[in-house]
């Protein structure tokens, strides 16, 4: 895993793997993911399957910042809190707006902030997921100097971890869909209608999943 991802994810514990319903459960197609064992996933999008009831993940949307046989991290972009950077991490005043909430990238390491940001200066960037999509490097001594070169941005607490393996197995059992991200959804206005509309877009079944209500059992 690249040396500053493992700054940022300090601490990071892989979480058990989350476990498939019942059969009666409604599933994604299992074609769908197009994804080898060896594939890495870097920058890519995981939709959470209506199989997956880990509350943690229950209708997440991730993206995956680093995927290796050493496992995988990564961040759930439509958990808001209610918390706000301002009062959370004034310092990151100026990388993010004031007013944006602090995001909850997942269950690992809560107490740590990562800071994803589109750059109109790549340079700066601690670690690139693309041409100018990345990481705030936990080092950046000048942040006003890395603000300067910052389109947007939005602040993590926390991140998701998936030991060796972990998420390769997660694949099998259908609770992961796979699709490459748009830059609106990354940074969605509406986090929590992102969900629902990047299953939207996929089309097909998982359009029809979109629709499904949060308890499947409610009809």
């Not at 995956?64 to 990151?92: C, F, K, Q, S, W």
């Not at 939207?200 to 949060?214: D, I, N, Q, V």
Request: proline share 7%; aromatic share 6%; net charge negative.
């Amino acid at each position: 895993m690249d040396e500053l991802l493992v700054q940022l994810a300090r601490g990071w514990q892989p979480r058990r793997a989350a476990r498939a319903g019942g059969e009666g459960t409604e599933r994604a197609a299992a074609g769908g993911n197009n994804v080898r064992v060896m594939d890495s996933l870097r920058g890519q999008l995981l939709i959470a399957s209506p199989v997956l009831v880990d509350p943690n993940f229950h209708r997440t949307v991730l993206l995956i910042a680093e995927h290796t046989d050493e496992g995988a991290m990564g961040l759930v972009l439509n958990r808001p809190a209610e918390t706000l950077v301002a009062d959370a991490v004034p310092d990151l005043s100026e990388l993010a707006d004031a007013g944006a909430p602090v995001y909850v990238g997942g269950p690992v390491a809560s107490d740590s902030v990562i800071v994803l940001a589109e750059f109109d200066e790549p340079s700066l960037a601690g670690v690139l997921l693309d041409d100018d999509l990345g990481f705030v490097g936990s080092a950046s001594a000048d942040l006003d100097e890395v603000a300067g070169g910052v389109r947007r941005a939005r602040v993590f607490a926390g991140h998701s971890g998936w030991g060796p393996g972990q998420l390769e197995s997660e694949l099998e059992e259908e609770s992961w869909i796979v699709e490459p991200p748009r830059r609106e959804e990354i940074f969605s206005e509406d986090p929590e209608s992102l969900w629902a509309a990047v299953l939207r877009r996929k089309g097909r079944e998982y359009a029809l999943l979109s629709t499904m209500p949060p308890d499947p059992s409610v009809n």
